[in-house]
């Protein structure tokens, strides 16, 4: 006999979940990349950013700050804290002045807080930077997935104190509320030039009948049978 379940939930499609996002942080990759508020290890403050990367693609794993002023030819220091438990990867820091990348080195694994750190020089003819993550897989010791943590973002210039980088230590989340759509405004893709949902980023509430279930992922139908 064909059982059928009637569903109501939120989710944020190509994005977060538990109606929570991280400000003044973009995740780049959604699908590759999950955000958590983590709250029971942190290097500073109260809350940590929880980071579960699922692709092996390190192109396609970036977690970027928000923009910030820079000044052509000073020095600049550049750093995070980062808690890396997980053979499987390992993540690494860079700063991009204007386009370009800039690129500091990796976590190693262990148990403790590491605090990995970059310096240089601030680029001629460049205005603006972004402090970034990537994340990579160790193909040796990959399963599938790497989780880290990291905390106490830092981006500073000519040795000063002022930190450049907004919500530096992932304190501030804005919880999201809900658009109820129905399934076929989810699956209509007008105006955005190829097959994705049209409310990409969005925080979305629908209804329907749980049709299949294909580990850990679900489909789903309008109507009741």
Known sequence: MKRLFTLLFAVMVGGFVFGQTL????????????????TSTVQDGSTALGIVCTTD?????????ATFTVTPGASFTASAYIMDNDIAGKARIAVSFDGTNEF?????DGTEWEL????????DGVSTGTFFFRFYDISADWDGDFEC?????????????????TNASFEN?????????????????????????????????????????????????????
């Open 116 to 123: 990995v750190e970059m310096t240089g020089t601030v680029p």
């Open 23 to 38: 400000t003044d942080w973009l995740n780049e990759n959604p699908g590759n990349v999950a955000f958590s508020q983590e």
């Open 104 to 108: 500091g080195g990796y976590s190693t």
């Open 149 to 165: 943590i990291l905390d106490n973002v830092v981006y500073s210039e000519d040795g000063g104190t002022t930190n450049l980088i």
């Open 173 to 225: 989340w804005e919880t999201l509320v809900a658009t109820e759509y129905t399934i076929a405004e989810i699956q209509d893709t007008t105006g955005t030039g190829g097959t994705g949902s049209a409310v990409v980023t969005e925080y979305v509430e629908t209804t329907g009948i749980v049709t299949g279930v294909y580990d850990g992922e679900f489909t789903m139908q309008n109507g009741t049978g």
């Open 57 to 65: 693609a390190q192109a396609d794993t970036e977690v970027v700050s």
